[in-house]
């Protein structure tokens, strides 16, 4: 699966931006699509993720300001970030998990990442 990401930029605080992360394939064998994102030398924090049989889980410190959603008919996902804070200054990676089905083994792919600014 390769994934593409689209719409990271410069923003002011408090401002929105959506992120975009379209799929090479469709649904049907992708089991979970997300975000997540990385700090320069940190470790990548989980941002949201929604399975494809329906669950959606956040950041608890960020659900209340991002929300993930899913364009089906163009294997694309969105993540909508608003009330932008300085401390979402970060790279954010999306994230595909396909389970293979000739052994079931479940592998992860990720898009190029794309850099947040909020400046202080």
């Known amino acids: 699966v390769q994934l593409v990401e689209t719409g990271g930029g410069l923003v002011q605080p408090g401002g929105s931006l959506r992120l975009s992360c379209a799929a090479s394939k469709s649904f049907e064998s992708i089991v979970a699509m997300g975000w997540y994102r990385q700090v320069l030398g940190n470790q990548r924090e989980l941002v949201a993720r929604?399975?494809?049989?329906?669950?959606?889980n956040y950041a608890d410190s960020l659900k209340l300001r991002f929300t993930i959603s899913r364009d089906d008919a163009k294997n694309t996902v969105y993540l909508h970030m608003n009330r932008l804070k300085p401390e979402d200054t970060v790279v954010y990676y999306c994230f595909a998990e396909e389970e293979s089905p000739y052994t079931g083994v479940l592998n992860v792919y990720w898009g190029q990442g794309t850099q947040v600014t909020v400046p202080s």
């Open positions: 929604f399975a494809t049989a329906g669950t959606t």
